[in-house]
C-alpha cells in the first residue's frame, strides 16, 4: 500500500487540477449509513415510499418524518478523519473540485468550499412546484411548511428516484484539464454518477479508487487503496507533505 500511496503522491504534487468524487463509503465512518450496504437504509425502508416524487404527493407527512430524522441522525455525527484530509487536499491543490453523492453536510462542516453536491443536501429545502429554494435550515422542518412565493408545499432539497440529476453535466465538465481523479467510497453502482470514473480515464486522468472493497470499476482504474478512508486519506496527506518540503 505505502508504495501505492507513494506513488499517488507524486501524481497529485504534478498536477494541477485535481477532481474527487465520493460517496456513501465517505461517510459511513462518521456512523452515516449506507444505502446498498448490509445495514444500509435501503434494507431498512422501500425507496418508493419514501424517496420519490409519488412517495411525496401520496404521503408528504411520513416523507418529511423521514428526512428530519435523517437530518437529526445527520446532525448528531461527526467529520471523520477523511473529510479532514479532503481539506487539507483542498488547499494544497491549484485546482480542486469535490463532487460528491452525499447529502449529509459533512465536507461543509469541515470548511471545504469546491463542492458540487450531485444529489443535493439533507438541509436544503425547495418548493414542490415552481422550484423556489428556501432558507437553509438546520433543524426539523416543522409539517406542513409552504412555499413563501406558490404556496405549495416545500420538500427536501435531493434528488428523489425518478429525477433527473441536473448537475450531472457540470460535474463532466469539470473532467476536462483534470490531471488526477480520486472516487472514494463509492460503490460505481449508481448511475449517472459511477461514469464519471470512466469519464476522467477517457480524458487521460490519472484515476486512483479509495475503497474498503474492489468494486466494478476497480480492474479499469489506474490505481486501488484498499481500505478505510479515515486511515488511507490522511496517509496520502502526510506523503504530499513530505514531498513538499
Not at 64 to 86: I, K, M, S, V
Not at 96 to 123: C, P, S, Y
Not at 203 to 220: G, M, P, W
Request: net charge negative.
Amino acid at each position: 500500500m505505502e508504495e501505492k500511496i507513494t506513488e499517488l503522491a507524486r501524481r497529485i504534487g504534478q498536477a494541477k487540477k485535481i477532481v474527487v468524487l465520493s460517496g456513501a463509503g465517505l461517510s459511513a465512518e462518521s456512523g452515516i449509513p449506507t444505502f446498498r450496504g448490509a445495514d444500509g437504509l435501503w434494507q431498512k425502508y422501500n425507496i418508493f415510499e419514501i424517496a420519490t416524487p409519488e412517495a411525496f404527493e401520496r404521503d408528504p407527512e411520513m416523507v418529511w418524518g423521514f428526512y428530519n430524522q435523517r437530518r437529526t441522525d445527520a446532525l448528531a455525527c461527526e467529520p471523520n478523519p477523511a473529510h479532514y484530509a479532503l481539506r487539507e487536499l483542498e488547499e494544497l491543490v491549484p485546482d480542486f473540485l469535490h463532487i460528491t453523492q452525499n447529502v449529509d453536510n459533512l465536507a461543509q462542516r469541515v470548511g471545504m468550499k469546491n463542492i458540487l453536491e450531485l444529489h443535493g443536501n439533507l438541509f436544503a429545502t425547495r418548493c414542490s412546484q415552481c422550484d423556489s429554494p428556501h432558507p437553509h435550515l438546520d433543524g426539523i422542518v416543522p409539517f406542513p411548511t409552504h412555499c413563501q412565493r406558490c404556496g405549495a408545499l416545500v420538500r427536501p432539497g435531493v434528488v428523489w428516484f425518478g429525477e433527473s440529476v441536473n448537475k450531472i453535466g457540470e460535474a463532466a465538465h469539470a473532467l476536462r484539464a483534470c490531471q488526477v481523479f480520486l472516487v472514494i467510497g463509492t460503490s460505481a453502482q449508481v448511475q449517472p454518477a459511477a461514469s464519471l470514473a470512466l469519464l476522467a480515464k477517457q480524458q487521460n486522468a490519472y484515476v486512483a479508487e479509495f475503497n474498503v472493497e474492489e468494486t466494478d470499476l476497480s480492474d479499469t482504474l489506474d490505481l486501488l487503496v484498499l481500505g478505510p478512508a479515515g486511515e488511507t486519506l490522511p496517509r496520502l496527506i502526510d506523503r504530499l507533505k513530505q514531498h513538499a518540503r
